[in-house]
């Protein structure tokens, strides 16, 4: 079982639309958590660290079940510019090595 | 205030020969990280440094070497490279506490 797993999609979803992603992780000493997009042949780039209490930034908004060892990642109001690859990121207790995902493509349509 | 640079963006070796990968960061991080991203298999880390001086291997370290040069400086050397090691190749380094990572550009190698 990967420590990490997410669905790879694709995700083709219309403008204006709200998508969800969900990433589960196998180690329960995990500490933090992140996601991060990364656009066709480009490095990834953080997009937010995700706390126990839920997060949002705008359109989006990122929460953590630790009971049921998973992350979420939501976006609403899509638009052509989301674009991208979302990698979910984990970083086991004791450890300076993140384990990434990977990776859910999103493609927005017009 | 760059962040974190990568040399070179693109490579092309024929098998057998070697090459250093460069990576430096000015954002006074700690730790610096290499990883290779391949088609469906993610960002796989090949070494990283904790700190100045020392250095760990990742998941796939086999046909790699790396030296943390000081704190900004971070390489990773292909002694004799193999078609198997075709890759986008990323560094990174770490914000300490937080944990929040930045990436170079990443070097695009083909080994033929």
């Known amino acids: 079982r990967k420590e990490v797993e997410q669905d790879p999609g694709p995700f083709n979803v219309p403008e204006g639309a709200t998508v969800a992603f969900n990433c589960t992780y196998s180690?329960?000493?995990?500490?933090?958590f992140f996601w991060y997009r990364q656009d066709c042949r480009k490095e990834p780039k953080l997009l937010m660290s995700v706390y126990s209490s839920g997060n949002e930034d705008g359109r989006f908004t990122a929460q953590l079940n630790r009971a049921s060892q998973y992350i979420s990642l939501l976006i609403r109001d899509s638009k052509l510019s989301d674009s991208a690859t979302y990698l979910c990121v984990a970083l086991p207790g004791a450890t300076n090595k993140l384990i990434f995902g990977t990776g859910t493509l999103l493609a927005v349509q017009p | 205030n760059a962040g974190v640079t990568q040399t070179p963006k693109f490579q092309v070796l024929k098998t057998g020969q070697s090459m250093t990968l460069q990576c430096a960061q000015d954002?006074?991080?700690?730790?610096m990280y290499w990883y290779r991203q391949d088609p469906g298999m993610g960002l796989r880390l090949i070494y990283y440094s904790a700190s100045e001086g020392t250095t760990d291997k990742g998941e796939v370290p086999n046909g790699y070497n790396v030296s943390r040069l000081n704190k900004r400086e971070f390489s990773l050397r292909l002694e004799s490279a193999a078609p198997s090691q075709t890759s986008v190749y990323f560094c990174?380094?770490?914000?300490?506490?937080?944990?929040?990572?930045?990436f170079g550009p990443g070097t695009r190698l083909t080994v033929t």
């Open positions: 180690n329960s000493a995990s500490q933090s």
């Open positions: 954002m006074n991080h700690n730790s």
């Open positions: 990174a380094s770490i914000v300490d506490k937080s944990y929040e990572q930045y």
